[in-house]
């Protein structure tokens, strides 16, 4: 299956967050950046990560010698019942979630310039294939990552959670733009900081980003004293992945539930880390914090929640029949059992995942309003009624009908049809209708037109998003916040060509040494062109003795001149010790 198979593959509404990986756009740099990187991770990594690390490089089509194509990971991954689709950075949290959750891989597109080896402020190619796919091969971990994308995806986000997104988008994108200026970089972060100072209670999906942070991202796995690393961000930093094994600055904690409590920042390197058991514990742990969940607990509780976010939610009775928008307003009974439940905004009906037909944003697009609960003299919810058991009931198409609800809720109207699916009762729809509550108020009148009344005498389940995504989409597309694209050194992108062309050639080749040696002259600076000359086979022979020195040479001093550079230098250069 190649790129765009796939991507038609996918729900309607995920397909615009994919984008086409174009190989040829890496350029010969991007490539000796990804050489360097996983050369010198794997070395490390196959002492203090998990033993899987290695083996799933290779089974998830991850090669050290060169940037993955997206069609070579989707080859090995298909094997694995997983698949890979590139993005353009930071997508929503929710969509990321619901890729997650299909067993697809979310790959960053770019790969992180020289300037930021140690730490990229984006995600990119090696953070997301180098960190995350390898775990994929250990069936108990694929299990607990498309688990916890079905939780996800279901989490409440606030608006204060779109707000931060699109903040840390932003300030990324900026900061790994070479064009960008200082001020701009300030801006950003300033930005950033307003929206995080804001003192707001976490919600669902801030505290599920927790427990993803310490685990997917930052987690270690084993005991307090013997440990390995699996966690992506620790997987895909040079620096963190020594940083975090002193356990004297870093400090190890047992992973529970309670991590969630934990706030964690993106820009620095962690103080704590939490250990998991296994695999295993970690879907424990996630399962227990779901069971906590709005879409498992249902009730008035849980649609309190979604009415204080103030974000697209779906509440689901438990007849199977979902409301999808931003709930606005709850009745309840003296018990605290839910009544009526309204919405204010574009609102769409459904049943279990599907849009019922007709009853999408454009038929409701100032708010909905519904009764919850059974009916006076009904031992069975209304959706399990045959049209002979209603019709018993004087509930008939084309006739007067009164609803009286236990809740002293009354609907009154002519019955003008029942949207019925699989045996049960949907909506019931009337014109001239009025809805009153116990104690007179007007909850419905005949001059608001057609009213659709929803059918369940439970809220089982409130979820963040909508019902039926492709219909009704939190995200319509992506942020179109896009760093502009370096300009490109065409002279120096030939040298590394040149190198990389003549990578193990046992040969001495007089004219490739002095066009390389001429062209160093113009880069002063460029460590890492230096550090791929040195990995040259010539380069390793006793008759290269003086250009290997001056080589070092020259790397010490672009070392001491530019300090962020030092530990990266002397990385390459030890290996050649």
Request: overall charge negative; aromatic content about 8%; charged content about 25%.
């Amino acid at each position: 299956m190649n790129q765009q198979e796939l991507i038609a593959s996918l729900p309607i509404h995920l397909r615009p967050f994919v984008k086409i990986q174009d190989y040829d756009l890496y350029t010969p740099q991007d490539q000796a950046v990804w050489r360097f990187l996983l050369k010198h991770l794997s070395q490390h990594l196959a002492e203090c990560a998990h033993p899987v690390y290695l083996e799933g490089l290779k089974r998830t089509g991850i090669a050290l010698d060169h940037i993955p194509s997206i069609d070579e990971m989707n080859v090995s991954l298909a094997a694995l019942g997983w698949r890979a689709v590139v993005v353009d950075g930071f997508v929503p949290p929710a969509i990321f979630m619901e890729f997650q959750a299909l067993k697809v891989l979310v790959i960053a597109l770019d790969m992180r310039s020289v300037d930021h080896m140690m730490y990229t402020p984006a995600p990119d190619i090696v953070h997301e294939a180098a960190g995350h796919a390898p775990f994929i091969v250990d069936v108990d971990y694929a299990e607990f990552l498309q688990r916890f994308g079905e939780v996800g995806m279901k989490a409440i986000s606030s608006q204060h959670d779109l707000d931060v997104y699109e903040a840390i988008r932003q300030l990324s994108v900026v900061k790994e733009n070479p064009a960008s200026t200082a001020v701009e970089i300030d801006e950003s972060e300033t930005q950033l900081q307003n929206v995080l100072a804001r003192d707001e209670e976490p919600s669902e999906a801030t505290l599920l980003s927790r427990l993803h942070w310490w685990t997917v991202e930052y987690g270690l796995v084993g005991e307090l004293d013997d440990y390995r690393i699996f966690g992506a961000g620790l997987l895909s930093s040079l620096g963190e992945s020594v940083h975090c094994l002193d356990d004297e600055k870093v400090r190890k904690i047992p992973l529970t539930v309670d991590a969630v409590t934990t706030n964690y920042d993106i820009t620095s390197e962690q103080d704590r880390l939490y250990v998991t058991k296994s695999c295993k514990h970690l879907s424990q742990v996630l399962n227990e914090f779901a069971a906590s969940m709005c879409f498992e607990r249902g009730g008035a509780d849980s649609i309190r929640v979604a009415i204080k976010a103030k974000t697209i939610c779906t509440a689901e009775y438990d007849s199977g029949v979902q409301f999808s928008g931003v709930f606005s307003e709850l009745l309840c009974d003296a018990v605290g059992n839910p009544t009526y439940l309204r919405t204010s905004g574009p609102t769409q009906l459904a049943w279990r995942g599907t849009e019922i037909p007709g009853q999408g944003i454009d038929q409701h697009p100032e708010g909905f309003g519904s009764p919850i609960g059974k009916l006076k003299d009904f031992s069975r919810c209304l959706s399990e009624y045959t049209f002979d058991e209603l019709k018993a009931h004087s509930i008939e198409i084309g006739k007067n009908v009164q609803l009286e609800f236990l809740s002293g809720i009354t609907v009154t109207g002519e019955l003008r049809a029942i949207h019925r699916h699989e045996h049960k009762n949907l909506l019931l729809s009337f014109e001239h209708c009025s809805v009153t509550d116990l104690h007179g108020r007007i909850l419905f009148e005949p001059s608001w037109g057609v009213y659709d009344m929803t059918v369940g005498a439970t809220i089982d389940s409130v979820f963040g998003g909508a019902a039926d995504r492709n219909t009704y989409r939190l995200y319509r597309e992506p942020s179109n916040f896009e760093a502009a694209e370096a300009v490109r050194d065409e002279a120096l992108m030939e040298l590394y060509r040149l190198v990389a062309a003549a990578a193990g050639d046992q040969r001495r080749d007089d004219l490739l040494l002095a066009t390389l040696q001429d062209g160093l002259l113009d880069y002063p600076d460029e460590w890492l062109l230096r550090a791929e000359i040195l990995n040259l086979a010539y380069l390793k022979t006793s008759g290269a003795a003086e250009l290997n020195q001056r080589l070092r040479q020259e790397m010490d001093n672009i070392g001491t001149r530019f300090p962020d550079k030092a530990e990266l230098i002397q990385r390459a250069l030890s290996s050649h010790s």
